[in-house]
């Protein structure tokens, strides 16, 4: 099998992140697979901001969770409670993907999010997309944060994504055919 295959399949969502920060040339490779990520008529309509202040994500994390326990729903807070009381899983590094809101915006934000999951996968680092990391940003908080972050103006969260050294894992999922249709 091909290593870009091998990637893919391979790839899972980590959610127990070691302490250990990312390398600056770790940082960089990211950034690059994100900055290569291809997009409709190339407009590019991203805007990468690399986070690795621990504190930082430690706070957005804990507005989060503050957030995620004011819903009359307690499912999601449940499910965060079992998995460590954290949105962030301690990671040492998040990529916020914003996005300009073009027609296309959206769309080409997934697929650079694509790419970076995999270029992690490839660099042995485990990754992690969040879309709960537009809890806070959308909060009480948001133009506290957009300030923080330095949104550019006219840019929104699209989504977010965790970084780090892996300390524990689990197997990927496992394909689902019935999700496949051919015609022929």
């Known amino acids: 099998m091909n290593e870009t295959l091998k990637n893919i399949y391979d790839r899972f969502s980590c959610r127990d992140f070691k302490d250990s920060p990312l390398r600056r040339e770790q940082i960089d490779a990211l950034v690059n697979a994100a900055l290569a990520a291809p997009s409709a008529m190339n407009l590019q309509p991203w805007h990468v901001i690399m986070v690795t202040d621990k504190a930082l994500i430690d706070e957005l994390d804990r507005e989060g969770m503050r957030i995620v326990g004011t819903w009359e729903d307690k499912s999601t807070q449940e499910r965060f409670k079992e998995r460590g009381g954290k949105l962030f899983y301690n990671a040492p590094c998040l990529m916020l993907i914003l996005s300009d809101g073009s027609t296309w915006g959206t769309l080409d934000c997934g697929i650079q999010c694509q790419n970076v999951v995999i270029a992690a996968e490839s660099m042995g680092l485990g990754s992690c997309i969040v879309g709960m990391a537009g809890v806070p940003l959308g909060g009480e908080k948001a133009d506290e944060y957009r300030k923080i972050f330095r949104f550019p103006e006219g840019y929104t969260f699209a989504i977010g994504i965790l ?18 249709s ?3």
Request: hydrophobic share 25%; no cysteine.
């Open 163 to 180: 970084f780090g050294e892996i300390n524990s894992g689990k197997e990927p999922h496992e394909h689902d055919l019935n999700k496949v």
């Open 182 to 184: 051919y015609i022929r």
